[in-house]
Nanobody, 122 residues
């Protein structure tokens, strides 16, 4: 089991940057596939990015590719999301999640944080 706590959200102008962090508890963090999802008001939660455990290979939603970078530090059990060139449509609550297998679907992730709000003003 793993517990997740996100931080780093806030208000930023369009074109700006933010770095989200997700602190994970437990000794087996490196074995999980970690993902970032987001949910805007009135919309379904959607995949943003995922990173595989020991190999740290990453995948991204088309909407954030070349702007966002997911990374992880297995030594300190932390997941990151570097967000550059932010757009108003990136405004959402951002969640980190853990899964035992690679997937882009919400239902595949068993463990979730409570989220951190990102607001991008135009």
């Amino acid at each position: 089991q793993v517990q997740l706590v996100e931080s780093g959200g806030g208000l930023v102008q369009a074109g700006g940057s933010l770095r989200l962090s997700c602190a994970a508890s437990g000794r087996t963090f490196s074995t999980y596939i970690m993902g970032w999802f987001r949910q805007a008001p009135g919309k379904e939660r959607e995949f943003v990015a995922a990173i595989v455990g020991s190999h740290s290979s990453a995948s991204y939603a088309d909407s954030v590719k070349d702007r966002f970078t997911i990374s992880r530090n297995n030594a300190n059990n932390t997941l990151y999301l570097q967000m550059n060139s932010l757009k108003p449509e990136d405004t959402a609550n951002y969640y980190c999640a853990a899964s035992t297998y690679y997937s882009r679907t919400v239902s595949s992730y068993a463990y979730w944080g409570r989220g951190t709000q990102v607001t991008v003003s135009s």
